[in-house]
């Protein structure tokens, strides 16, 4: 059986984190959902990716030829925003009958025979025009056996958690962080700390590969602690758990981290952060509070970049994720700012509760910007927006990344483009 990872009809609920990724590849934890099934499946299965076809050139680059290439077998189809975990997953592996699942009317899973696959083959075949697996035509050919929750006992919030909108990561932020540092293998620590101190040592694991300045706290009695391989962490350092630090990212000399807190690949972070998630890539080397957020890949934030992410009144905050959108309560209390890949700000940046930032936007100036800044958009304060031009945009891009050894390669250059247009012409 192969496992087929896809996204669906709402992919742009979740903007700006989708504009120039697969609802799979966005990070909800420690992980991506698609990382995450593959961690939990055990390379026991083949797994292949269904994306929109302006993604689909970049993301068949990456990930190789089992993107929208399907094999003409017994197949689980997985929506790529949910957040699946094991149980649930071993579940819908063993089920032996064909079966669509369905929750407040949402897809969530899809189990297909062989002989299915070959009659719906032409909705969902590589050449297809459709931006998403078609499903309730699916349903509509095929007699399947439509579960839900009246017989299928798996609940949100305890074995999946559904990411409507970009601030769910936020609402789940902290449950699926703990998850996911339950799938990591922890060791002793058998490194000297005579120089540093660790509270419950036995749920903190620091790489042999990393190293560790004098005078940093490792404070595990809210939650675990994960420091991957080759680490920097400067002196006077203060790390409350949970909190994962991904593969080569530095700790600046006097940061305060109060988890949830997961850091990517390659992230250069300071200051006082917590209930965030960084991807890779992010610059974030001076002092200013980030709480609450989601910072996508090769963001730059300026000295005393601060987030706000409660209101003066206490009261839930209201967003939009695009500049169509009406306002949408979201729930939350604590909600910072949603940040896209490649936006950068300038020092002394005041960010409202509750901002949703595009990708490629320049903020400076000082002040408090909009709560919603478009895409490829130059925010100063005192001007009027203007749009950043695009070979400017992919210059500055073609730099930051090389400065952290990665190529802007043709797929993703021409993804940018597209999504420019898309943007400008909107």
């Not at 609940?155 to 999946?160: L, M, N, T, V």
């Not at 991957?228 to 530095?250: A, H, M, Q, R, W």
């Amino acid at each position: 059986m192969n496992i087929i990872i896809f996204e669906d009809e709402f992919y742009d609920n979740l903007s700006p984190l989708t504009l120039l990724k697969p609802t799979y590849d966005i990070r909800t934890g420690i992980f991506t959902n698609a990382e995450r099934i593959g961690l939990i499946l055990k390379e026991k299965f083949k797994i292949f990716y269904h994306c929109r076809k302006i993604l689909s050139d970049y993301i068949t680059e990456i990930k190789g030829n089992k993107t929208n290439n399907f094999e003409k077998n017994d197949s689980l189809f997985l929506n790529g925003r949910i957040v699946f975990k094991k149980n649930l997953l071993d579940y819908l592996i063993n089920f032996n009958d064909s079966f669509i699942w369905k929750y407040d009317n949402i897809v969530l899973a899809v189990k297909l025979s062989n002989k299915n696959i070959r009659d719906i083959y032409p909705l969902i075949k590589p050449d297809n025009k459709c931006e998403f697996i078609p499903f309730s035509e699916i349903v509509n050919q095929l007699k399947l056996k439509i579960l839900d929750n009246e017989t299928f006992k798996f609940y949100p919030e305890k074995d999946f958690y559904i990411i409507n909108y970009s601030w769910d990561i936020i609402k789940y932020f902290n449950s699926i962080l703990n998850y996911d540092l339950e799938l990591l293998e922890f060791k002793l620590n058998n490194k000297n700390q005579t120089d540093y101190k660790i509270i419950n040592p036995e749920l903190v694991n620091i790489s042999h590969s990393s190293i560790v300045m004098p005078y940093t706290v490792f404070d595990a009695s809210d939650g675990k602690i994960f420091i991957n391989d080759e680490v920097l962490i400067e002196p006077f350092t203060y790390i409350k758990g949970p909190v994962y630090i991904g593969k080569k990212s530095i700790i600046k000399a006097g940061t305060k981290l109060y988890g949830p807190v997961s850091i990517g690949y390659n992230s250069r972070i300071a200051g006082e952060v917590s209930g965030t998630i960084f991807h890779s890539f992010v610059n974030k080397q001076h002092d200013g509070f980030i709480g609450n957020s989601y910072i996508s890949e090769f963001v730059n934030l300026g000295a005393d970049t601060v987030t706000s992410n409660l209101k003066n009144n206490y009261s839930l905050i209201k967003t939009r994720f695009n500049k169509n959108s009406i306002q949408h309560q979201t729930g939350l209390t604590f909600l910072g700012s949603i940040i896209g890949d490649h936006t950068k700000t300038g020092i002394n940046t005041m960010l409202n509760t509750g901002s949703i930032i595009g990708i490629f936007a320049l903020i400076a100036g000082g002040g408090f910007p909009d709560k919603f800044i478009d895409s490829f958009t130059w925010y100063i304060q005192g001007k009027q927006p203007s749009r950043y031009k695009i070979d400017e945009a992919l210059q500055t891009a073609k730099i930051v990344m090389e400065r952290r050894q990665v190529d802007l390669i043709q797929s993703y250059e021409k993804l940018i483009r597209n999504v420019y247009n898309l943007t400008v012409n909107s």
